[in-house]
């Protein structure tokens, strides 16, 4: 079962920055926040993961609480494209592989 | 990044019959691959894993009868699904983590339409 829960839309204006919170109040200490996103009909598409330290690359930032048990997506200058399903996902390590359980999404719509 | 495809993209069967639908890694080799269903507007839904050389691991309440899996290769896994019904209608998408323990990546998923 997902260890997520994430609000299930939000509306962002193009250029500003979208913040996409998730909680995941139950997680281990040696587990991963992942963040994902899917645009229609297509495979999803890694952005972010993180520990416990804040993660920035090309996409986007990744703010982790320091009790770990919520996080935010922040992508800087939101673009029409950015609009899909964003999931937060913690990883469970089991020795057949790290599955990802994947929680409801955000759907999030950019408007121009 | 690695790269996962997936074939076909598209199918459209009739009730009663099997379609098989592949996942292949394309430049790494694939020890364990995820498969993934994922119904209109909902989420993706974990389905099994398959691990190259032995049986698939299904998740509760997925029928491995009904969803085969074989895993013969260390680039190629198919998912056959035996006597569809337009309720298996769906979007199926296979994953692997690839070469790192961390990333996983995932196939452009297989659009499968019963009728």
Redesign the interface.
Known sequence: D?KTTQPTSMDCAEGRAANLPCNHSTISGNE?V?W?R?IH??????II?GLKNNETNEMASLIITEDRKSSTLILPHATLRDTAVY?CIVRV?TN??????????TSLTVIP | GAVVSQHPSRVICKSGTSVKIECRSLDFQATTMFWYRQFPKKSLMLMATSNEGSKATYEQGVEKDKFLINHASLTLSTLTVTSAHPEDSSFYICSTPGTSTYEQYFGPGTRLTVT
């Open positions: 997902a991963y992942y994902y899917q009909s297509q495979g999803p598409q890694y993961h999931y390590a057949t592989g790290n599955q990802f359980y994947f929680g409801t999404g």
